[in-house]
């Protein structure tokens, strides 16, 4: 399921959370269907990082997951092991003969299905040698007297298996043939839960605080259930062992309701956790010369969404040192402050460094078996990587390179007017520098919309400037011709920037349809503006 839906899976998730119920409902309905709660963690914890979403909203996409994962464990434990056969030979069927698209990933889908009841029925076989044990039957009869030390034993499991469903699904199996007490599987199953929410809180250690908050909050609310459940687990048993249902049921039951409780318990408290969360995770204050990428993990391969998202994750840091950078530039400029320019100029090492690495992971990643859009969105990847490492170097070799011009001319200083007019270009700049790196991360076709339209608003308004800097030179005999030029390049940098920033909106919208449309009706606006601009006696044409 994610490799021929996981994109779309992953929008769905940055456009679906107007509320903490939507969300919620989101992170339920793209579990069931991706299986695993960790990727929707991830990716959530990866839009939280970015600010898309609220701590709030990613805690309550991920209770959500929680409960699709336990809805998916429901599913499983019945017997359908005779539709193995037949899955698998469809899914073979339509994946081999398939030209291409989702008829080809629905064939992947169905073989991973039948292949996955096959597995449960072998590991049921498997497990006979297990069961006979004499060890194995310590160690359970051991779990019975410490159920603390079953809950551990399962959260490492869980954790070391980096799936809580197939731990779930092992304890189930265990269960159906009598190996484990009903108390200890609940037990387990608990553990299994805890262990279950450490690999996103592990993946996203080095992450910014907003990617570290819903990780963190779903292990606490988690821990808290457990802590509350564990002493009335042989009330519990009890009391589903009335229930004319099978042990296997009874165990897949107890996590449904585990999760449900936990959501009704917590769901209220979603807002107070991630204040919470906000107090135990100060922002990071990181040295600029410290940033190097961290979550170029190749053991993601094997899950091509996960590396994406990690490969998005670094490009997305990358976009926080390049716009530092601008900041920076313009803070020198506007206080001649050259030392600051030459520590903005040694930052572009680091971008360099982002981009080489970046490059080479998802190069890395195409020698594995991705679908055509997941390869698409690597290209889109690198080529949004490319754009803000060539936006570094107009900063360092342009903007910087100004500054240092400037700085030959102590006498020549700009006027509040000089200033004013470059702040006019900058500040819409970096209005879409924020913009460009949202449609960078989700894909959004009204937000690609948008950054176009700012494309030719700024681009219009650095020639209006241009003008009004010209016909100031026209009445200002003695204005400083090095001035006057360094104005004119920092302008002409800015609108380079921003067509830089801007090439992110272009896959999305074409993928739309709605590429030619655009461009169009942008050309359209401008034409029905004034499409010329005077300058002395002449008129100078826009375009």
Same mark, same amino acid.
Not at 69 to 74: D, E, F, P, R, Y
Not at 95 to 107: D, L, N, T
Not at 354 to 368: G, M, N, Q, V
Not at 413 to 424: H, T, V
């Given at each position: 399921?994610?490799?021929?839906?996981?994109?779309?899976?992953?929008?769905?998730?940055?456009?679906?959370?107007?509320?903490?119920?939507? !969300?919620?409902?989101?992170?339920?309905?793209?579990?069931?269907?991706?299986?695993? &709660?960790?990727?929707?963690?991830?990716?959530?914890?990866?839009?939280?990082?970015?600010? /898309?979403?609220?701590?709030?909203?990613?805690?309550?996409?991920?209770?959500?997951? @929680?409960?699709?994962?336990?809805?998916?464990? #429901?599913?499983?434990?019945?017997?359908?092991?005779?539709?193995?056969?037949?899955?698998?030979?469809?899914?073979?069927?339509?994946?081999?003969?398939?030209?291409?698209?989702?008829?080809?990933?629905?064939?992947?889908?169905?073989?991973?299905?039948?292949?996955?009841?096959?597995?449960?029925?072998?590991?049921?076989?498997?497990?006979?040698?297990?069961?006979?044990?004499?060890?194995?039957?310590? *160690?359970?009869?051991?779990?019975?007297?410490? /159920?603390?030390?079953?809950?551990?034993?399962?959260?490492?499991?869980?954790?070391?298996?980096?799936? &809580?469903?197939?731990?779930?699904?092992?304890?189930?199996?265990?269960?159906?043939?009598?190996?484990?007490?009903?108390?200890?599987?609940?037990?387990?199953?608990?553990?299994?839960?805890?262990?279950?929410? /450490?690999?996103?809180?592990?993946?996203?250690?080095?992450?910014?605080?907003?990617?570290?908050?819903?990780?963190?909050?779903?292990?606490?609310?988690?821990?808290?259930?457990?802590?509350?459940?564990?002493?009335?687990?042989?009330?519990?048993?009890?009391?589903? &062992?009335?229930?004319?249902?099978?042990?296997?049921?009874?165990?897949?039951?107890?996590?449904?309701?585990?999760?449900?409780?936990?959501?009704?318990?917590?769901?209220?408290?979603?807002?107070?956790?991630?204040?919470?969360?906000?107090?135990?995770?100060?922002?990071?204050?990181?040295?600029?010369?410290?940033?190097?990428?961290?979550?170029?993990? *190749?053991?993601?391969?094997?899950?091509?969404?996960?590396?994406?998202?990690? !490969?998005?994750?670094?490009?997305?840091?990358?976009?926080?040192?390049?716009?530092?950078?601008?900041?920076? !530039?313009?803070?020198?400029?506007?206080?001649?402050?050259?030392?600051?320019?030459?520590?903005?100029?040694?930052? @572009?090492?680091?971008?360099?460094?982002?981009?080489?690495? *970046?490059?080479?992971?998802?190069?890395?990643?195409?020698?594995?078996?991705?679908?055509?859009?997941?390869?698409?969105?690597?290209?889109?990847?690198?080529?949004?990587?490319?754009?803000?490492?060539?936006?570094?170097?107009?900063?360092?070799?342009?903007?910087? %390179?100004?500054?240092?011009?400037?700085?030959?001319?102590?006498?020549?200083?700009?006027?509040?007017?000089?200033?004013?007019?470059?702040?006019?270009?900058? #500040?819409?700049? /970096?209005?879409?520098?924020?913009?460009?790196?949202?449609?960078?991360?989700?894909?959004?076709?009204?937000?690609?919309?948008?950054?176009?339209?700012?494309?030719?608003?700024?681009?219009?308004?650095?020639?209006?400037?241009?003008? +009004?800097?010209?016909?100031?030179?026209?009445?200002?005999? +003695?204005?400083? &011709?090095?001035?006057?030029?360094?104005?004119?390049?920092?302008?002409?940098?800015?609108?380079?920037?921003?067509? %830089?920033?801007?090439?992110? !909106?272009?896959?999305?919208?074409?993928?739309?349809?709605?590429?030619?449309?655009?461009?169009?009706?942008?050309?359209?606006? @401008?034409?029905?503006?004034?499409?010329?601009?005077?300058?002395?006696? +002449?008129? *100078?044409?826009?375009?």
């Amino acid at each position: 399921m994610t490799e021929g839906w996981g994109n779309d899976m992953r929008r769905i998730v940055g456009k679906s959370l107007s509320n903490h119920y939507q !969300a919620f409902g989101t992170g339920l309905g793209v579990t069931m269907l991706l299986q695993s &709660s960790s990727a929707t963690a991830l990716l959530t914890s990866s839009f939280s990082g970015q600010g /898309l979403l609220t701590a709030g909203s990613a805690l309550a996409v991920i209770l959500g997951a @929680d409960v699709g994962t336990a809805l998916v464990a #429901q599913i499983l434990t019945f017997d359908l092991s005779a539709l193995s056969p037949t899955l698998v030979a469809v899914g073979v069927g339509l994946f081999s003969y398939s030209k291409g698209g989702r008829s080809k990933e629905a064939g992947r889908l169905m073989l991973g299905i039948g292949m996955m009841l096959l597995a449960l029925k072998l590991i049921l076989a498997a497990s006979i040698p297990m069961r006979e044990s004499v060890i194995i039957q310590q *160690i359970f009869l051991a779990l019975g007297q410490d /159920l603390i030390l079953a809950v551990v034993f399962a959260a490492i499991l869980a954790w070391a298996a980096h799936s &809580s469903l197939a731990t779930v699904l092992l304890i189930i199996t265990l269960s159906s043939t009598s190996a484990l007490d009903v108390s200890v599987a609940f037990a387990l199953i608990l553990g299994a839960n805890i262990g279950g929410a /450490l690999p996103p809180f592990i993946a996203t250690l080095g992450a910014n605080r907003s990617a570290r908050q819903p990780p963190l909050g779903n292990l606490l609310f988690r821990i808290c259930g457990v802590a509350i459940c564990l002493p009335f687990t042989e009330v519990i048993a009890q009391l589903l &062992s009335s229930w004319d249902v099978s042990q296997a049921r009874q165990i897949a039951n107890f996590h449904l309701f585990f999760n449900i409780v936990l959501v009704l318990l917590f769901f209220p408290l979603i807002n107070t956790m991630a204040r919470l969360t906000a107090r135990l995770l100060p922002e990071d204050q990181e040295p600029t010369d410290a940033i190097t990428p961290r979550n170029l993990d *190749i053991m993601a391969f094997e899950t091509p969404l996960v590396a994406i998202v990690n !490969a998005e994750r670094e490009v997305l840091r990358m976009g926080e040192v390049v716009e530092r950078m601008l900041r920076n !530039a313009f803070v020198a400029l506007k206080k001649n402050d050259f030392e600051l320019a030459q520590k903005t100029q040694t930052m @572009d090492k680091v971008v360099n460094l982002f981009d080489e690495e *970046i490059k080479r992971y998802l190069t890395s990643l195409a020698r594995e078996q991705l679908t055509e859009k997941e390869s698409k969105r690597c290209i889109e990847i690198i080529n949004f990587a490319t754009n803000l490492e060539h936006i570094g170097d107009i900063i360092t070799a342009d903007l910087i %390179h100004n500054i240092s011009q400037k700085k030959v001319v102590p006498r020549a200083k700009m006027s509040l007017q000089d200033r004013e007019e470059i702040n006019n270009l900058y #500040q819409p700049v /970096l209005k879409s520098f924020h913009l460009s790196m949202n449609v960078f991360s989700s894909g959004d076709i009204s937000m690609a919309r948008l950054l176009m339209a700012k494309k030719y608003k700024i681009g219009k308004r650095e020639k209006e400037l241009v003008v +009004t800097h010209l016909n100031k030179l026209r009445d200002e005999v +003695t204005y400083d &011709s090095k001035l006057s030029a360094l104005q004119l390049d920092i302008l002409r940098d800015l609108k380079r920037i921003n067509y %830089h920033l801007t090439s992110v !909106a272009y896959p999305i919208l074409e993928k739309a349809g709605q590429l030619r449309t655009r461009l169009r009706s942008a050309e359209a606006a @401008d034409v029905s503006a004034p499409s010329q601009l005077a300058f002395g006696g +002449t008129t *100078i044409n826009e375009r």
